[in-house]
């Protein structure tokens, strides 16, 4: 008996001219086809003289096994989809049930995975060039997966500005599930982001919507559509999405010569190598700028930009901020905060919460993974687990304070000195001085001797 094979097949949006070469061979060359029967519809006139096998929307699985069975009979096996097969589509789930049957590659039933083009890049195509820069695609569609999972991915996307693909956005049970969507996006984009909502691209009942985040959700839409969600410098004209790939960052006038400071074909001055001192550029132009509203202009964690702070050298100063950072065992430090005088205390809960405290006396103990902050007026928790890095933060003559962060930069809770008349105290002064000597030069290990 001849081997077996199962050949995997996307064969694109479904019409005859956007489908690949390899596509139109392997349905040749298959004794088998296999498919929901809508793609079956789609690549009716390929399959003359073949066993046709039809399955239903919810039969995925199923199409599987049939595949593998007729695959162990020593027959070719296309199993279709349109799209490409491996985005959103059976080439996945017929791995896990090769796997789960034994199968290996060298066992002597050959699979072949041959890619088509998917729905993004199908609609994408019609409607200008909505994804030329970094895009995501969120399948709205909570049969299989949780809706916190899907919602989760909804806020990372929108707070990483991606261009967004949503798959499965509606269906005749799930209509709440775009208006979610679009409500947790307009947390992070304009109500008027640019959006494109296609329906059966290249086929015959092809519709295109060009609408607004602000209009996304009363639109027709429903499970042949892809929605297409552009970014925050994504725009229409003349009828088409444009995504900007980011060319007027570096030249002028687009096609003009490089900006100052910029270089053809090397990193942005904010690029990786160099942002740190576009932090400590902007403070320095900005001289009454707060560590917050540092980080509110870059989008960054204010331990980032305490970590640009820590770089500055002479001639490379940060608006006359310095910074200095040690381990996360915050007792030794605050210990001798306790010598500080009265402190303004500023505690943040994971959820977003904000506590400010005017605070003398104030006693730091641990217990376990938590950090216990109190005096005679309050006692206050914070999680100690989640303490990363300490950072000492001077200002010239206005700021002395410490910041606790995270893993991620982000604060769990700040002390800094309080001025009065303009002045801090000079024995509270010296204290925190001391404390900065520390993390700049710590003291060696001591390290045990050995006779």
Known sequence: MKPGKILLVGFGPGDAAHMSLRARQAIAEADVVIGYSTYIKLVQDLLDGKQVIRKGMTEEIDRCVEAWEHARQGRTVALVSSGDIGIYGM??????????????????????????????????????????????????SDLLTPWPVIARRLEAAGRGDFVIALYNPKSGRRTRHIVEAQQILLRHRSPQTPVAIVKSAYRRAQNIQLVTLAEMADCDIGMLTTVLIGNGSSFVRHGLMVTPRGYTHKYQDLAGPAKAGEQ???????????????????????????????????????GAVLSAISQATAGDEAGGFAAAAGPGEPLRLLEAARHWGPVRLVVRSPAGAVSELLARDVVFTRRGDWLNIENAHFHLHVDGSRI???????????????????????????????????????????????????LVNPEPKETASHA
């Open 91 to 140: 080439a996945g789930p017929t791995f896990e049930v090769l796997f789960q049957a034994g199968w290996t590659p060298d066992s002597g039933i050959h699979v072949e995975v041959i890619p088509g083009s998917t729905a993004l890049s199908a609609c994408a195509a019609l409607v200008g060039a909505p994804l030329t820069h970094d895009f995501c695609a969120i399948s709205l």
């Open 264 to 302: 053809p074909g090397r990193s942005l001055t904010l690029g990786l190598d160099g942002w740190q001192a576009g932090v400590r550029r902007f403070l320095n132009d900005n001289p009454a700028c707060s560590l917050n509203h540092a980080a509110r202009h870059f989008d960054v964690p204010v």
């Open 388 to 438: 990363e890095r300490i950072w000492l933060v001077q200002h010239r003559d206005r700021l002395r304070a410490a910041w606790l962060v995270d893993a991620g930069g982000e604060p769990v809770f700040n002390l800094s000195l309080v001025r009065r008349d303009g002045r801090f105290d000079p024995e509270a002064e010296r204290h925190f001085q001391r404390a900065w000597q520390s």
